[in-house]
Each structure stands twice: as structure tokens, then as C-alpha cells.
């Protein structure tokens, strides 16, 4: 055998974290043991969108999808034991970026690590927030400016930190082709580093050191040969754009630096061990080329369709990276798809796609404008309904999805209990304990001074970082940061997309969709009312809506009136407009966890309204055991991501309609 010189892997990650610090630190620690060399945070929904663990919105999400971190003693217990100076570390969080990288500043400094050695990543991309994520909490003015001080201040205190990772990964989630997901993330990109130049705070020397520290984090899905082109080709654009925009002329500066994480939502409830070969083939996606290769990865979990990985789900794919770089020869070669013209045909295409969707958002102001006035949502929304249409339809095959449906009795998932990790419905109020007892022992002086000063900074014109860092050591928590910040920014509720999508389902006679058109119309007509009303509601801090929005756009095209408001809702507030509006049936999708807690909530809300004839329905990531308890509470039906017909849903909804106001059934298919 030939002994060739290998390259050094990428950055192997585990995107992780849950219930508690202390309990997330014991995770990192057991998963770095196992040869994991880089952390990848993922923080609960509260500390994402700038919530204490006591505030109403956070009932039911504190720990669920990530650790709870409210103040500096939840930081310090996090990294106990793990030397920052020595670890690279990839922060999930966008809106309160700079709090949190704050406190990981100020964590490091009590370990006695010199911060210009601190090495990661922070988000920090809230443009995605708009559009996909949801954890987006101020206006797109604001946000930019907290992006574009919290870069300057990197560049210039810890130069080897990535201040800002553009998101290309949830773009595709939220039904981005290829061309859609770079050039907006290329977008945001541009109007990123336009604002940091205009801010004045970066010497026009330093161009170079601000380009070299922005990265991007983006989605590989299950058709690797096009999502590999699509990487050659964003760094082609990239090395474009830099140097003809920007002037950078240094190659290294310019170059096009990415972590990865393969598609979690393309992952299946059905049959879910094939996930795993879809993992593996994603994966290779963004490491076969070597110029186009990925400087990080972070796999996800085989189960995660079906709940939170356990430990073991985790270590297997770690154990995917670890035999791809460690066993075969790939990084023993150059760039091995070099000189083929099936590949320079297909990057040249996105490259020339793209280069005419960045201009047509140029001329419409910029990202920032496209996000306020709804084009990139509503193109979002419109393409994930075409490649809903195309699975419903079977015309793109998921198999055991909706081919090769027949299965044998699957011993991964023979005890459901036990296939996921749960978290424990207790660890909500010991958080909160945890909390007041913080509170209760800080120097509430100094606390509240650093809050005025971080308000006085926010209405003028310096840059936030140091009355951050302020807050940080004066025990200043997570939310009172955030609300802060509120008081002199407001908040921002995105555009939907939901009203402005265009119809993605023929409903020609004889098709699913006329046929539950027809189911619609006799219902009303039998109800006396002009159209069913139907509310959508998002309960919680779950901001992932794909789902959501995909069943109101169906649904309006069926014949419903849809209520939809977003996401980010209060069971009362639901509850409030589902009287106000007069609707039928009230549909609430809950990605996070949090369903235990909130859809009770809302059952019980109008049930004292006096209104428990309207049927409620739920749908989301739940597991099996909890979707019996939700019926038993007196919910009508419970949809997970195995439901994939969403005409099906629609017409099923109008079944629960009829049930519940006493209608015969209608004997037409649907």
C-alpha cells in the first residue's frame, strides 16, 4: 500500500445539550472523551429568544431542546472542567448572541484564559431567524447593528473567534432550492459586511481580518452530487464577491470557510433507520471534494424525527465521521472530482442562477429590505408547497415514506419509551428555583446599573459589547439583557408568507384537493357559516413554522379561511382570537417538546370559555405515548411528520369538524 500524507479531518461536532448546565457539561465531557474534538451548544428556547426560565412564554421549553443558560453561574457550570482556551466551541444562537458570547468571555477569563486564543463560533445569522427559525426577538435595524458590534469587537479583542455564521442550513428547511439558499445567504452576507464597513468602527486595513472571520453554516440534503456543486459554487460566488465588492486581495481572506450540518427535518418518523443512510450519503456531500469541503461537521441523530437523541444515538454518528476520516482513504487525495465536466456544467449553472437572484435582491434594497417586505418569505413558503406537492404526489420518493411502505417490525424502535431521551417535566421548576436563588444573592446594585448603562449605550450610538460584558459580570440574566434591549429596540413579528403563496396543488376535478374543496363548502353550508374558519396556532417559543404555514397555505386553497398570526403565542392568546374570529376547529403545531404543557393549557382555556365544542388538533414531533395522553385530554386528533398527505390532514380536519358539531359523515374521499 502506498503510504500517502492524509489531510487533517474536519472539525467533528455533536450538536448538544439539554435540561440542565450541569447535566449538558457531564455530555460534553463524556462525548469529547469519545474523540469528539470540537462542542457545538445547542441553548433551550428561552435563552434563544431572551427569556428567563419564570417567564409565561417559557412555561413548558425550559431544557427541552437545549440547556437552559439564564445567567453567568449557568455558563461557568456548563464549561466546568473544560479548558476554553483549548476548545472550539459552536454556539446555536442568533437574537442574543452577543449576551452569550459575552458570558463565554467572561467564563474563560475566571479559568485564566487569554481570550485572544479563544477559538468558535457564535450564529449570530438572524436574517434565517426572519425567515425560518423564528428566534428572532428585534427589528431587522437593530439586529443588524447588534451583528455588526458584536463582529467589530471580535476583530478586534478575540481575532480568532467567528462572529457570525450565515445560515444557508434553515433556509433549506424552510424549502430553499439550491439557487435560493446561497443567494440569500450570500445576501445576507453582503449586507452584513456593508453595515460593519459603514459602521466606521474597522480600519479600512483590516477589510481583510472581517472577511476572514466570517463563516457559513449550510445544509447538506440526500441529493449529494447537486448539494456538492452547490458548495463549489458558493465558494465561487464568495471568492467573487469579496474581492469585486469588498476589494480583498489577499486568497486566504477570501477564502469560503463552513461548518455543516446535515439535513435534521429531511430526516423520517417512518422507518427511521433509513436515516441513517441518509446521513451517510449527506455527509459525504460536503467532504468527497476537497476544495469544497466542509471545515466542520455535525451529524444528526437517527431517532431525531422521532424525539431527543440519547447519548448512544449521538456517539453513532459520531462514530459516521469517525470512519469516514479514520478508516478510509479520503483525505489521502486532492480534490477528486477536479476536471469533470458533469460537475463545472452543473456549479456553473448555480453560480450563473445565483449571481441573477443576489442582483434582483440588490435592486429591492438589500437582504434586510427583502426580509420587511415579505419576498423572501413568501418564496420560501411557495417553494417548500411545490416539494410538498411533489411528495404527496409521489413524483420525489421518500422510501417508507411513500414508497416501499411495507417494513418489518423494527427492533430500534420496539419500546418507543425508551428509543428517545426524555426530559424530566420536574427539571422546569428546578430551574426556575435555581433562578430566584441567583437573583436573590447578586449584588442587585451593580445589576441594575449595568442594565441602565446597557440602555443608554442601545439609544446612542456605541457599541454594545462593553455594557454587555457589563451586565455579564454583574449577574444580569438572560432575559433581563433581552427586555432591556426591548425597552429602546421594541420587538418584531416577521412576515408569514402564508397570504401571498401561490396555489402549489391543482384542484381540477377528480384530484384529492377538489374533492376536499366539496367536503369544505357542504360542511359550511350545512353550518349556516359563509366558510369554515380554521385557527393555526403556534403555542410557545417553538419558531419553526414550516409545518405550520404548509397546512394554512393547504388549507386556504381548500376553502378555508385561515387565522394564522405567527408564531410565538400564549395558550390565552390563541385561545383569545380563536373566540374572537368565531373558528371551527383550532390547529396547533409544536415542534419543541412543550406539547405536555401547553396544549392542556389551551383545552382547559376554552373549556372555562365555554367553548369545548370546538375540536382542537395537534401536530408536531410526538412521541406516540404522549399522542394517546393528548387524546385522553380531549384533543381530537394528533398529526406527526408520518402524516406527510397534507390534503389528507385538511380533509381529516373537516371530519373532526363534523364530528364535533353532530354532522353525518360525508362519504367523499379525500
Known sequence: ?????????????????????????????????????????????????????????????????????????DMRRLFQDIPLEQTNTSMTINATAMWLLALYQVVAEKQGADITKLQGTTQNDIVKEYLSRGTHVFPPGPSLRLTTDMITYTVNHIPKWNPINICSYHLQEAGATPVQEISYAMSTAIAVLDAVFASGQVAQERKGEVVARISFFVNAGVRFIEEMCKMRAFGRIWDTITRERYGIEDPKHRRFRYGVQVNSLG????????????????????????????????????????????????????????????????????????????????????????????????????AMAAVESGYL??????????????????????????????????????????????VDPANEARVVAKLHEWRDNRDETRAQEALAELKAAAAGEANLFPATLECARAGVTTGEWAWA???????????????????????????????????????????????????????????????????????????????????????????NAALAEDVH??????????????????????????????????????????????????????????????????????????????????????
Open 1 to 73: 500500500m502506498t503510504e500517502r500524507k492524509k489531510d487533517r479531518p474536519w472539525l467533528m461536532r455533536t450538536y448538544a445539550g439539554h435540561s440542565t448546565a450541569e447535566a449538558s457539561n457531564e455530555l460534553y465531557r463524556r462525548n469529547l472523551a469519545k474523540g469528539q474534538t470540537g462542542l457545538s451548544v445547542a441553548f433551550d428556547l428561552p435563552t434563544q429568544t431572551g427569556y428567563d426560565p419564570d417567564h409565561i412564554l417559557a412555561r413548558g421549553e425550559v431544557g427541552r431542546v437545549g440547556v437552559p443558560v439564564s445567567h453567568l453561574g
Open 377 to 422: 418569505k413568501s418564496q420560501l413558503v411557495s417553494s417548500h408547497a411545490e416539494r410538498r406537492a411533489r411528495i404527496e404526489s409521489g413524483e420525489e420518493k421518500i422510501v417508507g415514506v411513500n414508497c416501499y411502505e411495507s417494513t418489518e417490525p423494527n427492533p430500534l424502535t420496539a419500546d418507543l419509551d425508551t428509543a428517545i431521551m426524555t
Open 485 to 575: 434591549l426591548r425597552d429602546v429596540f421594541g420587538e418584531y413579528r416577521a412576515p408569514t408568507g402564508v397570504s401571498s403563496a401561490p396555489v402549489a396543488v391543482a384542484a381540477e376535478e377528480g384530484t384529492p384537493l377538489a374533492a376536499v374543496r366539496r367536503k369544505v363548502a357542504r360542511t359550511a353550508e350545512e353550518l349556516g357559516a359563509g366558510r369554515l374558519r380554521l385557527l393555526v396556532g403556534k403555542p410557545g417559543l417553538d419558531g419553526h413554522s414550516n409545518g405550520a404555514e404548509q397546512i394554512a397555505v393547504r388549507a386556504r386553497d381548500a376553502g378555508f379561511e385561515v387565522v394564522y398570526q405567527g408564531i410565538r403565542l400564549t395558550p390565552e392568546q390563541i385561545v
Open 267 to 366: 430526516l423520517t418518523e417512518a422507518q427511521p433507520e433509513n436515516n441513517v443512510q441518509r446521513i451517510v450519503l449527506e455527509m459525504l456531500a460536503v467532504t468527497l471534494s476537497k476544495n469544497a469541503r466542509a471545515r466542520a461537521v455535525q451529524l444528526p441523530a437517527w431517532n431525531e424525527a422521532l424525539g431527543l437523541p440519547r447519548p448512544w444515538d449521538q456517539q453513532w454518528s459520531l462514530r459516521i465521521q469517525q470512519v469516514l476520516a479514520h478508516e478510509s482513504d479520503l483525505l489521502e487525495y486532492e480534490d477528486i472530482f477536479e476536471g469533470s465536466h458533469v460537475i463545472e456544467a452543473k456549479v456553473d449553472a448555480l453560480v450563473t442562477e445565483c449571481l441573477a437572484e443576489i442582483d434582483r435582491i440588490q435592486e429591492m434594497g438589500g
Open 585 to 670: 376547529c383550532v390547529g396547533l403545531s409544536i415542534l419543541s417538546g412543550s406539547h405536555a404543557e401547553l396544549v392542556p393549557d389551551v383545552l382547559a382555556r376554552l373549556r372555562e370559555a365555554g367553548a369545548s365544542d370546538i375540536p382542537v388538533i395537534v401536530g408536531g414531533i410526538i412521541p406516540s405515548a404522549d399522542a394517546a395522553e393528548l387524546k385522553r385530554a380531549g384533543v381530537a386528533a394528533v398529526f406527526t411528520p408520518k402524516d406527510f398527505g397534507i390534503t389528507e390532514i385538511i380533509g381529516r380536519i373537516v371530519d373532526e369538524i363534523r364530528k364535533a358539531n353532530k354532522l353525518d359523515p360525508l362519504e367523499v374521499p379525500a
